[in-house]
């Protein structure tokens, strides 16, 4: 098998490997759209009002369901323009996928306490893991760029310092709405929000949006 099989299989298995990650966090998001469980006199008001009342959960698995996907559209964009891996990339691709892995667990806190006194810190919290992740993306991207050494030939159109950009406006806003949940957390929360349509816009090649 040559040399460049061999690179491109091993970046396809990464791939594959994290798209089955990313699809069963989607999954376990959902366990939390529990049906309302009512007594057994009850009318569709008092059903359309016991849903209503779990909108907490409703916020925070839509915003949880949106950044996940924003973090898959990226690394699928990402490895659209790089053709190799090495063991420091792998590394970097697990830390993301463990981080990834807390969305869950964060989007659990969020539903439960947005409504609460606690809900400063599971507002921080949640900006945290985002910022982190972006975070781990940067150091991908800006492993991957360097002297270009995992970048497919010719790589003169891929837009290094803009997604790098990017990723440094991401880390900084998430880093702001972690600190502004400690005064007004719903802020914080549309930060989040809008980093996901921020963050969806990134371009990684001048020629081609995937």
């Known amino acids: 098998m040559a040399s460049n099989d061999f690179q491109e299989n091993q970046t396809a298995r990464i791939e594959a490997f994290s798209d089955g990650v990313f699809s069963i966090l989607i999954t376990l998001l959902t366990f939390e759209l529990k049906v309302p469980n009512l007594k057994e006199a009850y009318t569709s008001q008092d059903?359309?009002?016991?849903?209503?009342?779990?909108?907490?959960?409703?916020v925070a698995f839509l915003l949880s369901f949106a950044t996940i996907f924003v973090i898959w559209v990226n690394h699928h964009r990402m490895f659209s323009?790089?053709?190799r891996s090495d063991p420091r990339f792998m590394y970097y691709n697990g830390l993301l996928l463990l981080l990834t892995a807390l969305i869950p667990?964060?989007?659990?806190?969020?539903?439960?306490?947005?409504?609460?006194?606690?809900?400063?810190?599971?507002?921080?919290?949640?900006?945290?893991?985002?910022?982190s992740i972006v975070g781990v993306l940067w150091l991908m991207w800006n492993h991957a760029t360097t002297d270009y050494q995992l970048l497919?030939?010719?790589?003169?159109?891929v837009r290094i310092r803009m997604v790098k950009s990017g990723y440094?406006?991401?880390?900084?806003?998430?880093?702001?709405?972690?600190?502004?949940?400690?005064?007004?957390?719903?802020?914080?929360?549309?930060?989040?929000?809008?980093?996901?349509?921020?963050?969806?816009?990134?371009?990684?090649?001048?020629?081609?949006?995937?």
């Open 47 to 58: 059903l359309l009002f016991a849903l209503l009342v779990r909108w907490p959960v409703y």
């Open 81 to 83: 323009v790089i053709r």
């Open 105 to 131: 667990f964060t989007n659990n806190i969020l539903a439960l306490y947005i409504q609460t006194s606690a809900t400063e810190l599971a507002a921080g919290l949640t900006m945290l893991v985002y910022g």
């Open 152 to 157: 497919k030939r010719p790589a003169a159109n």
């Open 168 to 210: 440094i406006i991401g880390m900084v806003a998430y880093g702001v709405a972690a600190l502004l949940a400690t005064v007004i957390p719903l802020v914080s929360l549309l930060i989040g929000g809008f980093m996901v349509v921020y963050l969806s816009k990134l371009k990684y090649h001048s020629q081609q949006v995937v």
